[in-house]
Nanobody, 119 residues
Framework: VQLQASGGGLVQAGGSLRLSCAAS????????MAWFRQAPGREREFVAA?????VYADSVKGRFTISRDKAKNTVSLQMNSLKPEDTAVYYC????????????????WGQGTKVTVSS
């Protein structure tokens, strides 16, 4: 089972990026899929999750949109109006225990893709 995240890069503040996560090895259509991020020196934090509902961290609400394509086994994170504080390594994750904010709810993790937002 693998989750492969991509789409990170360097962008100026106010810009946009779209992250993608491709799942292989099993079908994740019934799983909750989520994005987390970890900035240098900080703990991994929840960004967004999608299951029967979508859930967002307050810090990204209104700027980020999580979506999924069950047929392609992918989940995406559209990030608009990016801020320097969004700089982090972004990880996709999959789990079967509900669309929660805790990393322990998720069993499968991708390798991370780095997002850098310059001011």
């Amino acid at each position: 089972v693998q989750l492969q995240a991509s789409g990170g890069g360097l962008v100026q503040a106010g810009g946009s990026l779209r992250l993608s996560c491709a799942a292989s090895g099993r079908t994740f259509s019934t799983y909750v899929m989520a994005w987390f991020r970890q900035a240098p020196g900080r703990e991994r934090e929840f960004v967004a999750a999608i299951g029967s509902l979508t859930v967002y961290a307050d810090s990204v609400k209104g700027r980020f949109t999580i979506s999924r394509d069950k047929a392609k086994n992918t989940v995406s994170l559209q990030m608009n109006s990016l801020k320097p504080e969004d700089t982090a390594v972004y990880y996709c994750a999959g789990g079967s225990r509900g669309a929660g904010r805790g990393p322990l709810l998720y069993d499968y993790w991708g390798q991370g893709t780095k997002v850098t937002v310059s001011s």
